[in-house]
């Protein structure tokens, strides 16, 4: 099994906490973006742009959004994901919150 790896990190410049990271993992038919800190702007565009350009180069692969490690979700970073389930994306997290979101996100894909 071939498993890449590839991860980095969008920080804050006020205080150099990070505010996310964002990892890839790839497997022979999975690639994963693991997602860790919170989703708000301006990383909400940052996780776009992983996304989109992950996305092109997808080749069969199943696209999985690992939100286990994500504290807040911000509502632009919702409608983001919404995109992502619409384009076949599949979710895994924890959470009551975190469930909960991905739940409705499932529920709004269906109508």
Known sequence: MTLLWHSHCLCSSE??????RITTIE???????????????PWVTELKKAWQEGNLSLNGHQLVID???????????????LEMK????????????????????????KC
């Open 86 to 109: 619409r384009e076949g994306a599949q979710f895994v997290c924890g959470g009551i919150l975190n469930k909960h979101l991905v739940r409705r996100i499932e529920r709004k894909c």
């Open 27 to 41: 497997t022979a038919g999975q690639r994963k973006l693991v997602l860790e800190g919170k989703l708000v702007e």
């Open 67 to 81: 939100l286990c490690n994500v504290t807040i979700i911000s509502p632009q970073a919702e409608m983001i994901l």
């Open 15 to 20: 205080r150099q906490n990070i505010v996310l």
